[in-house]
């Protein structure tokens, strides 16, 4: 009886290390790919980014949303201004500055023009600022940069190494356990 409780647990134990372990990499944002082709592919959200961030300089929010509307680019057409939850949620998933030299994006600038309108009236829209937390309402008459955003995908996701190894690593521990459940 005391070997058949000792047996439980150490399945138990196994079986929830193997959970805490895949549970802690799927918190960790996959990296952001480089398509080769002047975009940049977040596989965690599947948006696909502009890489050159200052394609169209500094304009005015209604030139600037025209612009990206517009915009044909890598054989794709449905280009938009990101939202200001898309500018938001790209920060938080890479460390809070877009600037950095660790991400694939080029000619970054401090701050741009999202597609969400900022207030009750139609005359202000948020801005995002790429170095720090913060976003501003902004009358569209001024000037900021823009990015261009669309959703999609690259390719059919392939899962990483680290997924393999640990499917494997849990079989054979299920393969441990009903061997000698068999004894």
């Known amino acids: 009886m005391q070997s058949l409780k000792k047996k439980t647990f150490v399945t138990a134990a196994l079986l929830g ?38 394609l169209n300089g500094s304009n005015s929010w ?20 990101p939202t200001i939850y898309q500018y938001i949620e790209l920060r938080t998933a890479y460390g809070g500055n877009l600037t950095s ?8 600038q401090s701050y741009y023009w999202s597609s969400t309108g900022y207030g009750s009236g139609t005359a202000n829209a948020w801005n995002f600022g790429t170095t720090g937390d913060f976003q501003y309402g902004f009358s569209k008459n ?3 940069a823009a990015v261009a955003v669309r959703t ?22 299920l393969a441990v356990v009903a061997r000698r459940r068999a004894r």
């Open 17 to 54: 290390a193997l959970a805490l372990t895949s549970a802690a990499q799927a918190s960790v944002p996959k990296p952001l790919v480089d398509v080769g082709d002047g975009t940049v592919y977040d596989p965690n959200k599947h948006l696909i980014w502009l890489k050159d961030w200052n």
């Open 62 to 81: 209604a030139t600037q949303k025209s612009w990206a509307e517009g915009l044909t680019f890598a054989g794709s057409s449905d280009w938009e201004l």
């Open 101 to 108: 030299n660790t991400l694939p994006f080029k000619n970054v």
């Open 142 to 144: 001024g000037n900021f």
């Open 152 to 173: 999609g995908d690259v390719s059919a996701p392939v899962p990483e190494p680290e997924t393999y190894a640990m499917l494997l690593a849990g079989l054979g521990a």
